[in-house]
């Protein structure tokens, strides 16, 4: 009888460490795959928020590029106007062909000192710069225009070439720093 309880305490102490052994074992494998996914989870946020960087900047890689076909899309519209008001302006030239050149660039000249004679009265204090005064001003601009359209036809040049080439002159000056000082060639 002693033997037969002994047995079966000896059985019941065996079975309950296998048992506990075997709930330690799940559990140390429960804490193991916790890690891994902790670790998998760090990663997965290291590789989103590399995403959302990269994704912060092709937007605004993508807004500058827009804003660089904008201003594109603007000089190209620009360019086609000023040699479609060329093509429109020297329409009413009227000058002898013998004059060509001469006769544009004097007046451009002249109209260039209409300009600043209305802007001298106005610093001499005749006026104040109201809206009629400023559309005068614009009015002798345009002579300005006018001629410079003239002159470049006879030069056999577009007034779309020149800006072109004006605005790559002056982008050029303001990369070297030099849009200040003297020369035509600096
Ligand atoms: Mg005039």
Redesign the pocket.
Known sequence: MILTCAVIIICTVIICAAFHCRKRANWDGLKHQNRILLKQMDNLAYRHSKLEQKLTDLKAHNFKQSEQLTTLKMQKAVMFGIDEYQDRAILSAIYPDNYAVVYPALALA??AG?VANKVKKYVRGDFILDDDRRDAIG??IG?VLWYCAALARDLNLNLSDIARQNLRVLEDRKQRGVIQGDGDER
Do not use: I, N, R, Y
Request: proline residues 0%; glycine residues 34%.
């Open positions: 002249g109209e209409e009015k002798e002579g």
